[in-house]
């Protein structure tokens, strides 16, 4: 690395913040703070770092104090952890005073959390973003040692979703025309997720391939050197496939090993923890089970439904429960002491959080006299084990009250439950 190269993509950094066209997101940055915002590739990090910027410009700071580099650069690949000094001293030989800093995708350099502890100890204004879970480890947060606010950016959701297509709620929405747009979104919304850019191109799943292929050829098998590739591509093909099941490692492991492919638990085991390490999943854990069985089956979801939607065909029921998934993930499950569980002894219930009392039950439809009594009973028996507070079963378009064993069940329709 040379300076040269960092001048040149300082003074391209600017002339991008300057440039870029904003859809603000509803996210609050703190005044004096510093910040490390992880999520999935495509989640809108980037846009978070533009819209800090322009907040910073309108408090009358220049363009010119600020350094925006994305580390995905092509003229960066090479870099290590002693060149970060470089960015500094290229500043320095074009402007005067401390730059603010915005570092986007710094995970491709290993060791940047001592180059960002050492700006903070600075007193430097840092903001970076991450695709990789583990920026967000007890090791990192011990080395940069509380000097910044980590936070976790997902795609949008359904209320950020409609904005963006221009679609702003009045107070009666539901009992309007709007309640019909709102349900047409919906459907968009299930199928294809809420990756921002998405919603710049008609083919859908073609640009879902595409990010799918980066995140898992780029950020898993290459740059851990998987060797069974076929491995890895088929057990998130199944794990796709059974997205609402619980699913144990050595089950995963017989499944791929089935088809004629070579594996084993302690390759699927590996295999689950890189694909979550870059935000692809997410896990959930059963209430009911003891530690070790804990550990070993859980239900795996997909962190947005479109990448869930380019394995599945015609499968409603389990786009409707990835979504509901995702939702309570980001509501409960943000830090490393997850609050979110399904529960499964004897009965099944899709979602579970233990401190709020509250159970969810995720069904496409209850016209059926048969998964009504299901959804229902399997309610009703848990709040006998354990009392719930509230207990609701999320359905695509249906809604009502249901009284039984003291227990009041609120039916309630996605696109509404979503808007809450």
């Known amino acids: ?75 960066l690949l090479g870099m290590k952890a002693d060149d970060f000094d470089l960015i500094l001293q290229a500043y320095s030989s074009i402007y005067s005073g401390n730059p603010i800093l915005f570092f986007d995708e710094i995970q491709n350099i290993a060791g940047w959390e001592h180059f960002a502890r050492r700006l903070a100890n600075q007193k430097y204004m840092v903001y970076i973003t991450g695709s990789n879970a583990k920026m967000l480890s007890r090791d990192i947060a011990t080395t940069l040692g509380a000097r910044y606010f980590d936070e976790k950016v997902f795609p949008y959701s359904f209320r950020e979703y409609l904005k963006a297509q221009g679609i702003n709620l009045s107070t009666n929405w539901m009992y309007g025309k709007q309640k019909g747009t709102v349900q047409q979104m919906l459907d968009k919304y299930l199928q294809w997720g809420g990756f921002p850019e998405l919603l710049m191109y008609q083919n859908k799943r073609h640009w879902l391939n595409g990010l799918y292929e980066k995140i898992i050829l780029g950020d898993v098998i290459q740059r851990n050197g998987i060797k069974n590739e076929q491995a890895l591509r088929l057990a998130m093909k199944r794990l796709a496939e059974n997205v609402k099941q619980p699913t144990a490692y050595n089950r995963l492991a017989n499944m791929v090993k089935s088809t004629g492919i070579s594996t084993n638990t302690a390759s699927i085991i590996d295999y689950i923890r890189l694909v979550k390490e870059v935000c692809l999943i ?139």
């Open 1 to 75: 690395m040379n300076k040269d190269v960092f001048r040149t993509l300082i003074i391209e950094g600017q002339e991008v913040l300057q440039e870029v066209e904003l859809f603000e997101r509803p996210f609050e940055f703190e005044e004096q703070g510093r910040y490390v915002l992880v999520g999935i590739r495509q989640a809108g990090k980037s846009y978070l770092l533009y819209q800090r910027a322009k907040q910073l410009m309108e408090q009358g700071h220049a363009v010119q104090e600020m350094v925006y580099i994305n580390f995905d650069d092509e003229r």
């Open 282 to 420: 997410f896990t959930i854990e059963n209430f009911a089970s003891k530690f070790v069985e804990k550990e070993t089956t859980k239900k795996h979801y997909f962190t947005d439904n479109g990448l869930l939607s380019i394995f599945l065909t015609d499968q409603p029921t389990s786009l409707l429960e990835n979504l509901c998934a995702i939702t309570l993930h980001k509501r409960y499950a943000t830090d490393e002491a997850s609050r979110l569980y399904y529960y499964n002894k004897n009965i099944e219930v899709d979602f579970y959080i233990p401190e709020e009392a509250m159970a969810i039950q995720v069904s496409y439809s209850l016209e059926d006299p048969e998964t009504r009594k299901r959804e229902i009973n399997a309610l009703s028996l848990l709040h006998k084990a354990f009392p719930l507070k509230k207990a609701l079963v999320i359905t695509y378009d249906e809604e009502g009250i249901m009284e039984t064993n003291g227990l009041t069940i609120e039916i309630v329709p996605v696109w509404k439950w979503l808007l809450q």
